[in-house]
């Protein structure tokens, strides 16, 4: 399956791709952790993302589009994949579009994860990111048995440079200038299914899987 999720910020779109993913048996492909794995490396691409991504501002499409054709053309994702995260406008929506027009195949559904603002800033005010295995956490709603300790690999646990109280209110300004039309655009091509991301990760992820059956 050919698979896209879409939602806000903090949406929990990176916490549910792994159990979909899984269960799909396909690769989950986040732009976001592709441009983090960047920065932390010191790429060219990675100091180039970072100016944006710090600015809660979105990476130019170009850059964007580029980074994840080149994904794409990986042996792993022939048969299917997840992208979380990927396209965030019109033009990426476009571009992954004629991407896959040119293989001889398409987006199969796009899954909106639905969470209003206040929650969204509850979640990500509270994220933590494990330094070893990039584990996420909440300090609330997930929290590790020790503060800042990684149960399951015993890493540090940090606070995403991007999750500051200012950076979280640009990127949801962006999310809905740029980000929110895709819901039209893909619900205009029949292949938009939303779901209620609100209450605890597994009911969510039960709404998810029920929804991937319902469309067969
Ligand atoms: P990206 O990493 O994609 O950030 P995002 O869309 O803002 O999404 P997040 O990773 O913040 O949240 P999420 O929805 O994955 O939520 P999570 O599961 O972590 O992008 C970062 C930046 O990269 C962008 O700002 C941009 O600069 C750049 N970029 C990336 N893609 C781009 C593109 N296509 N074009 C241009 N630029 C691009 O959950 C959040 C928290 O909530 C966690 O702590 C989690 O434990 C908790 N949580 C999850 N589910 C629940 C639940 N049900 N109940 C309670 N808590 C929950
Ligand atoms: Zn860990």
Redesign the pocket.
């Known amino acids: 399956m050919r698979l896209v999720l879409v939602?806000?910020?903090?949406?929990?779109?990176?916490?549910?791709a792994e159990f979909i993913a899984a269960h799909l048996a396909v690769p989950k492909i986040?732009?976001?952790?592709i441009?983090?794995a960047n920065v932390t490396q010191g790429t060219p691409l990675g100091v180039e993302?970072k100016r944006?991504?710090d600015a809660?501002?979105?990476?130019p499409?170009e850059v964007?589009i580029n980074m994840v054709r080149e994904r794409l053309a990986r042996a792993d994702a022939a048969e299917g994949f997840l992208l979380?995260?990927?396209?965030?406008?019109t033009p990426?929506a476009a571009a992954l579009d004629k991407l896959l027009a040119d293989l001889g195949t398409a987006l199969d559904l796009v899954m909106e994860?639905v969470v209003d603002d206040d929650e969204v800033i509850r979640?990500?005010s509270?994220?933590?990111t494990c330094r070893g295995c990039e584990k996420?956490?909440?300090i609330e709603?997930?929290a590790p048995s020790e503060p800042g300790v990684c149960d399951r690999c015993g890493g540090e646990l940090f606070q995403r440079d991007?999750d500051k109280a200012e950076t979280i209110a640009e990127?949801l300004r962006?999310y809905a200038n740029k980000t929110a039309p895709l819901i039209d655009y893909y619900g205009a091509q029949g292949k938009l299914v939303g779901i209620d991301?609100?209450?605890?990760?597994e009911d969510?992820t039960v709404r998810a899987i029920d929804a991937l059956r319902s469309y067969g």
């Not at 939602?7 to 549910?16: D, E, F």
């Not at 979380?84 to 406008?89: E, K, L, N």
């Open positions: 939602g806000p910020p903090g949406a929990g779109k990176g916490t549910q986040s732009t976001g952790d441009f983090r993302a944006y991504m809660g501002k979105l990476v499409d964007t979380d995260g990927f396209p965030r406008t990426q994860l979640r990500l509270g994220r933590r996420v956490w909440h709603f997930d991007d990127r962006e991301a609100t209450g605890p990760v969510v």
